[in-house]
């Protein structure tokens, strides 16, 4: 799944988590840079691909890592943490 959308804007409920935001709806205003961001992402699909980028797989009880990792801006792809 391929979602765009805005993150929840409340803050976490514990003061040692930040959480990253990113918005960047410029680039749906454009039709044409739409378009292309359809046909790019339906293509990819069609192959197979995008698949997600795995850094990091964590326990729920190093949790708090995988945030600091996060904030750290240390991964490259996602964190995944398993419950």
């Not at 805005?6 to 410029?26: A, I, K």
């Amino acid at each position: 799944m391929i979602a765009a959308g805005f993150l929840d804007s409340r803050p976490t409920p514990d003061p040692e988590v930040t959480v990253q935001p990113y918005r960047s709806f410029e680039h749906t205003l454009d039709p044409v840079v739409a378009e292309r961001m359809a046909a790019f992402l339906e293509a990819g699909i069609r192959d197979g691909e995008p698949g997600p980028v795995i850094d990091s797989v964590l326990p729920l009880d190093a949790v708090v890592q995988a945030h600091h990792r996060l904030e750290e801006g240390a991964h490259t792809g996602k964190i995944v943490v398993l419950a």
